[in-house]
T-cell receptor, first 110, second 112 residues
């Protein structure tokens, strides 16, 4: 079982809709969590960090539920430019390495 | 430089050939990571350096894979006797001492 699991999708969503992704992690020693965005044939780029208190950045909201060991990402009023793969990422234990999920592919349809 | 630079951008190798992939991290970044990303998958950790010390190489898939960072700056990932399953994008990332990773554009390796 992978340490970070995501539904690979694809999610095909009409422009303007709200879309939500969930991600689960298996290791309770996971300390820090992030959402990365990866465009086709590009490198991953940090979208936002994820905190238990929840955090919002414009149309994007991330939430961490430690009790249930899942992380969520909500995108409101989706834009065509939101089409990408969204990677759920955890840092497990005391090291610095990132552990990635498989990624969820999102396509926004005009 | 302004970002993490990787070369070559693309590499085609014949099965059995040795390859060397280069990563130039952001100047002053202490930590350097190598990841392997197969098609349709998330990046998988290979190895990690702090300055010139290789602190974790638990992700290297076999003894054909070797990484070095002799002066604590540029790093090279070497793959000996390449096999078809080595075909992937190899990503390098660097960070200052405490998170803030920046990824390079990657090297796309195709073994034929």
């Amino acid at each position: 079982r992978k340490e970070v699991e995501q539904d690979p999708g694809p999610f095909n969503v009409p422009e303007g809709a709200t879309v939500a992704f969930n991600c689960t992690y298996s290791n309770s020693a996971s300390q820090s969590f992030f959402w990365y965005r990866q465009d086709c044939r590009k490198e991953p780029k940090l979208l936002m960090s994820v905190y238990s208190s929840g955090n919002e950045d414009g149309r994007f909201t991330a939430q961490l539920n430690r009790a249930s060991q899942y992380i969520s990402l909500l995108i409101r009023d989706s834009k065509l430019s939101d089409s990408a793969t969204y990677l759920c990422v955890a840092i497990i234990g005391g090291n610095e390495k990132l552990t990635f999920g498989t990624g969820t592919r999102l396509t926004i349809i005009p | 430089g302004a970002g993490v630079s990787q070369s070559p951008r693309y590499k085609v190798a014949k099965r059995g050939q040795d390859v060397a992939l280069r990563c130039d991290p952001i100047s002053g970044h202490v930590s350097l990571f190598w990841y392997q990303q197969a098609l349709g998958q998330g990046p998988e950790f290979l190895t990690y350096f702090q300055n010139e010390a290789q602190l974790d190489k638990s992700g290297l898939p076999s003894d054909r894979f070797f990484a070095e960072r002799p002066e604590g700056s540029v790093s090279t990932l070497k793959i000996q006797r390449t096999q078809q399953e080595d075909s992937a994008v190899y990503l390098c990332a660097s960070s200052p001492i405490d998170y803030g990773y920046t990824f390079g554009s990657g090297t796309r390796l195709t073994v034929v």
